[in-house]
């Protein structure tokens, strides 16, 4: 299924730097489990960004949005 993805993150220190506001957006075919899967270790996993995405190093506010695109 495709799906959209729409991660907005507020407050960032990406290699130092202190940055307001990101939003990225992005589509992607992916399987329900892994939408279960990525949803889950979003909750659960508490450095789930800065694990993840290199030079961030703090994240103030995050949400991630997933849903389906009309085809």
Same mark, same amino acid.
């Given at each position: %299924? =495709? %799906? =959209?993805?729409?991660l907005?993150? &507020?407050?960032l220190?990406?290699?130092?730097?202190?940055?307001?506001?990101?939003? !990225?957006? +992005?589509?992607e &075919?992916? &399987?329900?489990?892994?939408?279960?899967? %990525?949803?889950? &270790? +979003?909750?659960?996993?508490?450095?789930?960004?800065?694990?993840? %995405?290199?030079? !961030?190093?703090?994240?103030?506010?995050?949400? !991630?949005?997933?849903?389906?695109?009309?085809?």
């Amino acid at each position: %299924m =495709r %799906m =959209r993805f729409t991660l907005t993150m &507020e407050n960032l220190v990406v290699n130092n730097k202190h940055i307001d506001n990101v939003v !990225l957006d +992005w589509e992607e &075919e992916v &399987e329900q489990d892994q939408v279960i899967t %990525m949803s889950q &270790e +979003w909750i659960t996993t508490k450095n789930f960004l800065t694990e993840r %995405m290199t030079g !961030l190093q703090k994240v103030g506010e995050s949400s !991630l949005t997933i849903e389906p695109v009309e085809q």
